[in-house]
C-alpha cells in the first residue's frame, strides 16, 4: 500500500523516482484529527511532542484549504528539530505531500521560504533528497 500512496501523491512530478516510505505508526479505526495542527500553530511545543507520541494518527490530518499537514505548518512556524522529526516519524508521506493545487509546495520548500534553520533542511531531504528536485509554481 505504501508504494502507491508514493505514486499517487508523486503523479505532479514525475521526474521524482517513487520510494517506499519508511514504516510509520497507523491507528486502525482512527480517524485523524486537526489537533496536532492547532497545537504546532500556538507554537505549544511541549505538547506537541506530547500530542504526536500519543496520537500520531494526528500527523496525516491535512487542512480542507490549503491541504497542507501539519509537517507544512511546522515549517512555517520554524518549529525547533525534535518537533520536526518527530511529526516527520508519525507520517513520512508528508514529506512528499504537495500543498494546494495552485502551489505545490512540498515541505522542503515551504522551509526554505520560511528560512528555517540548515538542520531542518537537512532532516527535511534525509528521507526523500529528491524532493529538493521538485517543481512547484515558484519554480
Known amino acids: 500500500m505504501g508504494n502507491k500512496i508514493t505514486r499517487m501523491m508523486l503523479w505532479w512530478q514525475p521526474k521524482i523516482k517513487t520510494r517506499s516510505p519508511s514504516t510509520q505508526p497507523q491507528v486502525v479505526g482512527v480517524a485523524p484529527s ?7 500553530l500556538d507554537m505549544n511545543w511541549e505538547q506537541v511532542m506530547q500530542h504526536v507520541q500519543e496520537h500520531a494518527e494526528d500527523a496525516q490530518w491535512s487542512d480542507g484549504h490549503w491541504h497542507e499537514t501539519p509537517l507544512h505548518l511546522a515549517c512555517q512556524q520554524n518549529a525547533p528539530i525534535h518537533v520536526i522529526r518527530a511529526v516527520i516519524q508519525a507520517y513520512p508521506p508528508a514529506l512528499l505531500i504537495p500543498n494546494g493545487a495552485t502551489h505545490k509546495d512540498l515541505p522542503i520548500h515551504i522551509a526554505c521560504r520560511y528560512q528555517v ?9 534525509k528521507e526523500y533528497p529528491e524532493t529538493a528536485l521538485g517543481q512547484t509554481k515558484w519554480v
Do not use: G, Y
Open 34 to 40: 486537526s489537533d496536532l495542527w492547532d497545537l504546532i
Open 117 to 125: 534553520h540548515e538542520e531542518i533542511l537537512r532532516e527535511l531531504l
